[in-house]
């Protein structure tokens, strides 16, 4: 077995250390979220956690970890009886990759023998593994979209679910939910941000005799480490001991009045949403006493676990600058301390105001200051929406999300025949597999009236349908496309291809460039809404980098990709071509060629120089003017024809 880098010999992290520590007395808080920039040694400080959490008391032989006091009704390996003598086991900490599969997160029904040999065979998750220890996922950030609404399902409900062909297993799936990120390579998913507990931002630190003594003991562990965790195997000990006292002493720990008061308090003034943000700060201060060895919450307990509780539950103008931090409006120290301060003392200064007491947000302390917009020239509104051509992939796809774009062959759709299974059969065609068994059952000794069926005889239904797609759109917002009327119809454009997009029921993502840079001005989302404001604000003016652009979708498209693999993209550059600032885009136009791509061509006026249609032929896709965007373009042509007439 190989040796973890001890807890104990962690040098300062002293949030993060915190967060987890209150975390495993009451994982009832939720969980942490670990944000930082690479090498860093996050993961190293989360991985060192499980030799530190209490054993877990299991029944003899259950792969769903059954507590022998409570066995889970639901258990696929029950019913158990009453009264088995606990099993106690070292609590586990289960990584969750990134990529993988849902059958390897929720745990894989075997159809084929199933129905083959007539046994009901599940072989457990990666959320089954993880009940009752710690769920782990490094670079929680760039998880599939299918493993997040697992995810999601299990941490919301505390049960695991599958069901293939109406066969269906569930059990009981209850887990600390640690994640970590470098926010660099792109945000979390708001639904899943929400879902941890707690959040910390972790820095290498700036002190020099700090890092140097990280580098030593690095060093020494690398050198020899057994002998490195037996130098620490007293301070693991003290803090394991430390734990399960606090485990012990917190069910008889009361929050008082006076701190509920503040919690409430702090939420409202940072103007949280929901309730939740007031569960875990309350939680936590509680598990603060508890790890203090104190009989009562402080206004320090409450303090510190608004600083962990509160940084990534600021509700957020949808219409911020994405590349605002959320973590991080006050230059780096995470929380507004001022606002904090306030707030605590606010709360200290109106006892028991009644329904109606809380902070006054319309003070010098609400508002955050700052409010400042970003650009000096008022934004153009887009104009009226119209019906657009669909505009999708050329390819056929290979079992995509459903939707109503792009054409896929899949588990949807119209029926287009069967199959014999490439891999695991996913949707049984019963009339199919009943023919194919049917010429063999003289030859198999068919005695009875059953049939004698085999694993060569199953077919899958072969469906052919629309997949629903990611749909990015790369809009040129530079001055040359910025006369007002040009720039009415082009955003007039693009929010008529986003209500298509959500008609179609595609994810949608939106990068602009103008002056000196490309930002992402939303993130790929199913929000059609968040899309449109976006669009609405956008600012316009400046130089032109279509470089820029365009190397700025291939990395959404990239990290995407990661995220999403089953749903193919639709690349949508909306430009006229030109470019004054930045490299050629020639070039970043030929690293995007394996995608699917359409240019809407903006260029207008007496003289045209088509450079759209030469960035068309670089991406290795299609290139359409703007005016023939419309669906019904035929009919408007033929309707100003007749009025000139
Ligand atoms: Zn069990």
Redesign the pocket.
Same mark, same amino acid.
């Given at each position: 077995m190989t040796v973890g880098y001890p807890f104990s010999a962690v040098v300062g992290h002293d949030d993060l250390k915190l967060a987890l520590l209150l975390n495993a007395v009451s994982p009832a808080i939720g969980g942490v979220l670990v944000r930082g920039e690479k090498g860093t040694a996050k993961s190293t400080v989360v991985r060192s956690l499980a030799a530190l959490l209490p054993r877990v008391a299991v029944?003899a032989g $259950?792969r769903?970890? $059954?507590d022998p006091a409570a066995? @889970?009704p639901s $258990?696929p @390996?029950?019913p158990?009886a009453n009264g088995l003598s606990p099993h106690p086991r070292p609590a586990r900490l289960v990584e969750l990759p990134v990529g993988a599969s849902e059958d390897r997160v929720a745990g894989s029904l075997d159809l084929e023998r199933a129905l083959t040999e007539g046994v009901k065979a599940y072989e457990p998750g990666l959320l089954a593994a993880a009940h009752r220890g710690v769920l782990y996922v490094d670079e929680v950030n760039l998880l599939h979209d299918h493993l997040v609404d697992l995810l999601l399902d299990a941490a919301a409900m505390g049960v695991a679910h599958v069901e293939r062909e109406g066969v269906s297993v569930r059990h009981a799936a209850r887990f600390l939910l640690v994640g970590t990120m470098n926010p660099e390579e792109g945000e979390l998913r708001p639904q899943l941000l929400d879902r941890f507990g707690l959040a910390v931002e972790v820095r290498a630190s700036r002190d020099p005799a700090e890092r140097a003594e990280v580098v030593r003991r690095r060093l020494a562990f690398e050198a020899d480490p057994a002998g490195f965790a037996r130098a620490y195997a007293g301070g693991e000990h003290d803090l394991a001991l430390r734990i399960a006292a606090a485990r012990d002493r917190l069910p008889a720990l009361a929050l008082p009045d006076d701190a509920l008061r503040k919690i409430t308090a702090v939420c409202a003034a940072f103007d949280v949403e929901g309730m939740r943000a007031d569960l875990v700060m309350a939680r936590t201060a509680v598990a603060l006493a508890a790890w203090e060895g104190r009989d009562e919450v402080t206004s320090d307990d409450v303090r510190t676990a608004a600083r962990l509780a509160l940084p990534h539950r600021r509700r957020r103008d949808p219409f911020d600058d994405p590349f605002d931090d959320p973590f991080d409006d006050t230059g780096g120290q995470g929380l507004d301390e001022e606002r904090l301060e306030q707030a605590l003392t606010d709360a200290d200064d109106t006892p028991d105001k009644g329904p109606d007491g809380g902070p006054d947000d319309g003070g010098p302390s609400g508002g955050g200051g700052g409010e400042q917009a970003p650009v000096s020239q008022a934004p153009v509104n887009p104009g009226t929406p119209y019906r657009t051509r669909l505009l999708a992939p050329e390819a056929t796809g290979r079992g995509g999300p459903a939707g109503r774009r792009g054409r896929t062959t899949g588990e949807s759709g119209r029926a287009a025949g069967a199959r014999a299974p490439g891999g695991r059969l996913r949707r049984l065609d019963l009339a199919a597999t009943l023919a194919a068994a049917a010429p063999h059952q003289h030859r198999r000794g068919r005695a009875g009236s059953g049939l004698v069926l085999r694993r060569e005889d199953l077919r899958e239904s072969l469906r052919e349908g629309r997949e629903s797609n990611l749909v990015l759109f790369c809009v040129d917002a530079s001055g040359s496309m910025a006369a007002r009327a040009r720039m009415r119809a082009v955003k007039g454009a693009v929010l008529s291809l986003l209500l298509d997009a959500y008609q179609r029921r595609d994810k949608v993502g939106l990068v602009t460039f103008r002056g000196a840079e490309a930002m992402v001005a939303l993130p790929p989302t199913s929000s059609v809404d968040l899309a449109s404001g976006r669009l609405a604000r956008l600012a316009t003016g400046g130089r032109t980098p279509l470089a820029a652009g365009l190397l700025r979708a291939e990395r959404v498209l990239a990290a995407e990709r990661l995220r999403d693999p089953r749903r193919r993209p639709l690349l949508v550059v909306v430009t006229d071509g030109r470019h004054t600032a930045g490299p050629d885009p020639v070039a970043a136009a030929r690293r995007l060629a394996g995608v699917a791509s359409v240019v809407v061509d903006c260029e207008h006026g007496p003289v045209r120089l088509g450079l759209a249609g030469r960035l068309a032929a670089a991406l290795g896709g299609t290139a359409i003017r703007l005016e023939e965007l419309a669906a019904d373009h035929l009919a408007a042509v033929v309707r100003d024809v007749r009025r000139v007439a």
């Open positions: 029944v $259950c769903f970890s $059954c066995p @889970d $258990c @390996d029950g158990h």
